[in-house]
């Protein structure tokens, strides 16, 4: 099943650059596949990221990035309750 997404990245107040468009999630590896955004992010259009995720307690673990870009990502997000 294919769902939508939006991510908006701000500094100083301003929004520095955002993206969108459907992702999946089987569990383990989470893939935003990206259909629109700001123009400074247009070479991205098209293209997948890919992220392996795993969950430990109450925190997610997500290391990946866009297909054919060396950049890897790593991040934990924390739920609150």
């Known amino acids: 099943?294919?769902?939508?997404y939006i991510c908006t990245h701000t500094f100083n107040n301003s929004i520095a650059f955002s993206l969108?468009?459907?992702y999946t999630f089987d569990g383990k590896?989470?893939?935003?596949?990206?259909k629109?955004?700001?123009a400074n992010q247009s070479v991205l259009f098209g293209r997948?990221?890919?992220y392996?995720?795993?969950f430990e307690g109450n925190k997610m673990h997500i290391s990946g990035g866009v297909e054919n870009d060396p950049r890897?990502?790593?991040?934990i997000w924390e739920r609150v309750e």
């Open 48 to 50: 997948n990221a890919v």
């Open 72 to 75: 890897i990502f790593n991040e």
């Open 1 to 4: 099943m294919l769902r939508s």
């Open 20 to 22: 969108g468009g459907s």
């Open 29 to 34: 590896t989470y893939t935003e596949i990206i």
């Open 52 to 54: 392996k995720v795993r």
């Open 36 to 38: 629109f955004g700001s």
